[in-house]
């Protein structure tokens, strides 16, 4: 499984951006995929998942009800639309992949087994 992640830039407070992770490869084995995030002189944190189903998703605390994960099947990408933008958000963001059958636990990042190179999200104030 191959994951490239585009749409990071510079935005303002308040702003929206969309993240997009196009995967390839063998994506039928891919039963959750996952965004995250790593700020400078941070560890890597959970920010969304969804299944590859499209029938869950689930959000970290600090982005719920400002970011949105979807999946479109017919491109094979999974989007993530992050709006109300505060400084905070801003990191290398992250998609990942994982392949385990019925998926382990969506929140960790030793879940996934395979990583996108990461796009950087700068908030200015």
């Known amino acids: 499984v191959q994951l490239q992640a585009s749409g990071g830039g510079l935005v303002q407070a308040g702003g929206s951006l969309r993240l997009s992770c196009a995967a390839s490869?063998?994506?039928?084995?891919?039963?959750?995929m996952g965004w995250f995030r790593q700020a400078p002189g941070k560890e890597r944190e959970f920010v969304a998942a969804i299944r590859w189903s499209g029938v869950n998703s689930y959000y970290a605390d600090s982005v719920k009800g400002r970011f949105t994960i979807s999946r479109d099947n017919a491109k094979n990408t999974v989007d993530l639309q992050m709006n109300s933008l505060i400084p905070e958000d801003a990191a290398v963001y992250y998609c990942?992949?994982?392949?385990?059958?019925?998926?382990?636990?969506?929140?960790?990042?030793?879940?996934?087994?395979?990583w996108g190179q990461g796009t950087q999200v700068t908030v200015s104030s």
């Open positions: 490869g063998r994506t039928s084995r891919i039963y959750t």
């Open positions: 990942a992949a994982d392949t385990t059958v019925y998926g382990g636990p969506y929140h960790r990042p030793n879940a996934y087994e395979y």
